[in-house]
């Protein structure tokens, strides 16, 4: 069973910046695919960055220029600078095994806020 370990997360002003980390454990055979999602109140939850094990980058239209995902093994670093107020979301680390019975697993989620 993967379980997925976040740190990161707090209060920031408009146009600051924050840096969310993810770790991974329990994997048999290594995690294909590993990234960040976001959820505001009243939204769906929506991708923001993706890392796959063949090297494979995705960014959200939204957060690409500003956002810098980098993947190292299970550890995967979320960079984000310029936030805006709508950046503000809780975010959950993702992950996705195939060779694990459950295939997608799920972060705790971790609140950033961007506000003056």
């Known amino acids: 069973q993967v379980q997925l370990v976040e740190s990161g997360g707090g209060l920031v002003e408009p146009g600051g910046s924050l840096r969310l980390s993810c770790v991974a454990s329990?994997?048999?055979?290594?995690?294909?695919?590993m990234g960040w999602h976001r959820q505001a109140p009243g939204t769906e939850r929506e991708l923001v960055a993706l890392?796959?094990?063949?090297?494979r980058v995705t960014y959200a239209d939204s957060v690409k220029g500003r956002f810098t995902i980098s993947r190292d093994k299970d550890t995967v670093t979320l960079q984000m600078n310029s936030l805006k107020p709508k950046d503000t979301a809780v975010y959950y680390c993702?992950?996705?095994?195939?060779?694990?019975?459950?295939?997608?697993?799920w972060g705790q989620g971790t609140q950033v806020t961007v506000s003056s």
């Open positions: 993702y992950a996705y095994d195939y060779n694990d019975s459950q295939r997608t697993h």
């Open positions: 890392f796959t094990k063949d090297d």
């Open positions: 329990g994997s048999r055979f290594g995690i294909y695919a």
